[in-house]
């Protein structure tokens, strides 16, 4: 026999049972595609003078390149003869002291007091080495000619005289010496050279 208790559980309605609720993901909005900047295409007449902008452009620069390093080679034209100046100048007074001094002993030769001939000549001897050795400091070295075959490089002929007892074209006199300067012909000598006898001396000296 059923109890009054059971009775009442039996006439209650079952619970409802609540599924949970699902969500659907909310589509993600398309994004509308940006459309390309759209090229502009230059006419024919703006190419060109696009081009011609950019070569005027070009030309500038290639002009201020070349005017800077003119500029430069004018600056380093100047520097170089402003050297070139000085060495020639300092190189004039190195050489004025050494001839000064040379003229100083020829001053006290001629000056000095009861000077006979003989020391007047012994003071030109010494200032005649000081010299040649002043001369062989500088390279300056002399050509040696008497005796020597004429050379049209180191010689210059004044005169011929005929001679049998040297060959023909040999130097016989020497008026003035010739110097060489570090090799180089300074001066040539000026020389008298010999030439064969003439049939008529031949013929008396026979």
């Known amino acids: 026999m059923a109890t009054k208790t059971d009775s009442n559980q039996n006439d209650a309605e079952p619970e409802e049972i609540l599924e949970p609720e699902i969500l659907e993901p909310e589509l993600e909005k398309e994004e509308e595609p940006v459309e ?3 090229v ?3 006419t024919p007449l703006e190419q060109l003078q696009e081009d011609v902008r950019l070569k005027d452009e070009e030309l500038l620069k290639q002009k201020d390149t070349f005017l800077r ?3 430069e080679l004018e600056n380093f034209k100047k520097r170089l003869t402003k050297e070139k100046e000085d060495f020639v100048q300092f190189a004039n007074e190195r050489l004025l002291k050494e001839l000064v001094q040379i003229e100083d002993n020829l001053e006290r030769a001629m000056s000095a007091p009861n000077a006979t001939l003989e020391s007047l000549k012994e003071g030109v001897e010494m200032i005649q080495k000081q010299f040649a050795t002043f001369l062989k400091n500088q390279k ?7 005796g ?3 050379d049209p490089n180191l010689h210059e002929v004044l005169n011929q005289q005929e001679s049998d007892e040297h060959e ?3 130097v016989i006199l020497e ?3 010739g110097y060489t300067l570090n ?3 300074l001066r040539s000598a000026k020389v008298v050279i010999s030439k064969k006898l003439s049939k008529e001396e031949d013929a008396e000296d026979s």
């Open 69 to 71: 390093e003119k500029a």
């Open 36 to 38: 390309e900047e759209e």
């Open 183 to 185: 090799g180089r012909i």
């Open 168 to 170: 023909e074209n040999t």
């Open 140 to 146: 300056v070295e002399s050509i040696e000619a008497m």
């Open 175 to 177: 008026y003035s010496k």
């Open 40 to 42: 502009k295409k230059l």
């Open 148 to 150: 020597k075959p004429f």
